[in-house]
């Protein structure tokens, strides 16, 4: 049981390019969330979604789009990459709303 | 608004010394869930705790202790005898029952330097 996996860990881009941020949970979670969290701050959210096929906004999701067209899968890609990007990406899962969520191990993303 | 307050930055202390980190929430809800996550410098975040608004039952789990207060709406954790590995942001965040996506919305959080 991997709980939840992200890739690539690190990488960086340049502005204007595009990117796919994996996230893959083995936990059967129905929920599954996507933040960003910016030096010395708290995480904000982006994305979230209840299940296969419904996605919602969150605070911040200018700039990014997601899918989730499986219970495991849930991707976010980044268009045309700006420095106000830069961050680290944090992907979570619940089983239920009201349960604890639990998060990957982060990607950290430099756009330059 | 900013749901979620925690007002100390960084908290220095020497290694054995308590350390307690303050959380005060704001919600109108009735039901809500309070959670601690630890990030170590490694970067991950490691879930420590959660409480639910109708439960005010303090909490000991070895080292670490929760004081839940819905009177002040605080949530505070108190590290006892401090360790070393016990240096990393601590977070508090809220998840409200009238959030139908469950989001939590996290404080700033606490940076805990514990030196030898």
């Known amino acids: 049981n991997a709980g939840v996996t992200q890739t690539p860990k690190f990488r960086i881009l340049k502005i204007g390019q595009s990117m796919t941020l994996q996230c893959t949970q083995d936990?059967?979670?129905?929920?599954m969330y996507w933040y960003r969290q910016d030096p010395g701050m708290g995480l904000k959210l982006i994305y979230y979604?209840?299940?296969?096929?419904?996605?919602d906004k969150g605070e911040v999701p200018n700039g990014y789009n997601v899918s989730r067209s499986t219970t495991e899968d849930f991707p976010l890609r980044l268009e045309l990459a700006a420095p106000s990007q830069t961050s680290v990406y944090f992907c979570?899962?619940?089983?239920?709303?009201?349960?604890?969520?639990?998060f990957g191990p982060g990607t950290r993303l430099t756009v330059l | 608004a900013q749901k979620v307050t925690q007002a100390q930055t960084e908290i220095s202390v020497v290694e054995k010394e308590d350390v307690t980190l303050d959380c005060v929430y704001e919600?109108?809800?009735?039901?809500?869930?309070l959670f601690w996550y630890k990030q170590p410098p490694s970067g991950e975040l490691v879930f420590l705790i959660r409480?639910?608004?109708?439960?005010?039952q303090n909490e000991i789990s070895g080292r670490y202790s929760w004081n839940f207060q819905k009177s002040t709406s605080s949530f505070n954790f108190t590290i006892t005898a401090s360790q070393v590995v016990d240096s990393a942001v601590y977070f508090c965040?809220?998840?409200?029952?009238?959030?139908?996506?469950?989001?939590?919305?996290f404080g700033a959080g606490t940076q805990v330097v514990v030196t030898p």
């Open positions: 409480r639910n608004s109708f439960d005010e």
């Open positions: 979570a899962s619940s089983y239920f709303v009201t349960d604890t969520q639990y």
């Open positions: 965040a809220l998840s409200e029952a009238t959030d139908s996506w469950g989001k939590l919305q």
């Open positions: 919600t109108r809800d009735t039901t809500y869930y």
């Open positions: 936990m059967n979670h129905n929920y």
């Open positions: 979604s209840v299940g296969a096929g419904i996605t």
